[in-house]
């Protein structure tokens, strides 16, 4: 099996929520599926997005050559915190809304428990006064 050039347009994160920016990475691999597969794994690029990757096309060792090069200049990829992030030049141009398909499953707290525990020290606290006004030793 011979090593292909592929470049994989991904979606990537850090951009504030609900936002995105799209970044091409070029990568070697068999296939495209496994091209796709390492781009995902990439830092920035958000792994648990089910339509992370936008393309994938197969091209020559120049263009992949290329592509290096460009990421390597890109200061987004190369950024440590947001506030570098927000010094780059122009960046703003470059978000986009995420618009995510899948939906997030919500987890709501099961309030039951804290209700229970509640309502116990309610009551533990009534009888400790009507002890206090019965004249109880506590």
């Known amino acids: ?8 347009e991904a979606k990537c ?7 995105c920016i799209w970044i091409t990475f070029a990568t070697t691999a068999e296939t495209a599926k496994e091209a796709a597969k ?6 920035r690029v958000k792994h648990d997005h ?12 120049e263009e992949f050559v290329q592509i290096k090069m460009a990421n390597d200049i890109d200061p987004y990829l190369h950024c440590k915190n947001v506030q570098e992030q927000r010094k780059i030049e122009g960046f703003e141009s470059r978000i986009e809304i995420d618009n995510r398909t899948e939906k997030r499953v919500s987890k709501k707290k099961d309030s039951t428990y804290k209700q229970k525990k509640q309502t116990i020290y309610d009551t533990e606290i009534k009888r400790y006064y009507m002890d206090a006004i019965r004249g109880v030793a506590i």
């Not at 099996?1 to 994989?8: D, H």
């Not at 994160?13 to 936002?19: E, I, L, M, T, W």
């Open 13 to 19: 994160g850090h951009v504030g929520r609900g936002n």
């Open 50 to 61: 089910k339509n992370a990757i936008r393309n994938v096309v197969e091209i020559t060792l």
């Open 1 to 8: 099996m011979t090593k292909k050039y592929f470049k994989v």
């Open 38 to 43: 390492k781009a995902r794994e990439f830092k």
